[in-house]
T-cell receptor, first 113, second 109 residues
């Protein structure tokens, strides 16, 4: 089966611009998660979708971040406007209901200059 | 909430050496995984190991759930093993994954 796919793999944008990251989970996986690792620090949880519903968005840093999962398939994470401290690697993961273990995508490296 | 600690924080190895990375967690967990973030930023799943021992080539892992720790063994290290190794846990299968701070490994020729 295809894994979790993220694109772009790398994005360089200027401060104040908008960027949209996309994640395609493994087909049939209801659970979709966003994480990020900024400035070489720890990997932090951002939010969790179950199908199209936001189950937990406690990790979203502020209202410049907007995540959607229309139709319960792929998800997008929009950063608007981007700030320098948003630079880092954004990971998406998916898991099936009642199946243990996550599968992570390869990540999107975001650089804000 | 649950605390996840990893040691050592940084490690430099000569190529061919062996190493052991440790992960301690403060509460019972339902799931534990080891990941490797390579120098290109990609996060690679190494092991799903809530308990017991598993081996995959030069890597092996052991989790002693009752004592709340897990070990990752790297034998005959290669330069391609460089990167950051993360331990990650879930309290239940419905919870978000909590990552440890990572062990940064550099393997030098």
């Amino acid at each position: 089966e295809a894994g979790v796919t993220q694109f772009p793999s790398h994005s360089v944008i200027e401060k104040g611009q908008t960027v949209t990251l996309r994640c395609d989970p493994i087909s049939g996986h209801d659970n979709l998660y966003w994480y990020r690792r900024v400035m070489g620090k720890e990997i932090k949880f951002l939010l969790h979708f179950v199908k199209e519903s936001k189950q937990d968005e406690s990790g979203m840093p502020n209202n410049r971040f907007l995540a959607e999962r229309t139709g319960g398939t792929y998800s997008t994470l929009k950063v608007q406007p981007a700030e320098l401290e948003d630079s880092g690697v954004y990971f998406c993961a998916s898991s099936a209901h009642r199946v243990y273990g996550y599968t992570f995508g390869s990540g999107t490296r975001l650089t804000v200059v | 909430g649950i605390q996840v600690e990893q040691s050592p924080p940084d490690l430099i190895l000569q190529e061919g050496a062996n190493s052991t990375l440790r992960c301690n967690f403060s509460d019972s967990v339902n799931n534990l995984q080891w990941f490797h973030q390579n120098p290109w930023g990609q996060l690679i799943n190494l092991f799903y190991i809530p308990s017991g021992t598993k081996q995959n080539g030069r890597l092996s892992a052991t989790t002693v759930a009752t004592e709340r720790y897990s070990l990752l063994y790297i034998s005959s290290s290669q330069t391609t093993d460089s990167g950051v190794y993360f331990c990650a846990v879930q309290i239940t299968s419905y919870d978000k994954v909590i990552f440890g701070p990572g062990t940064s490994l550099s393997v030098i020729p």
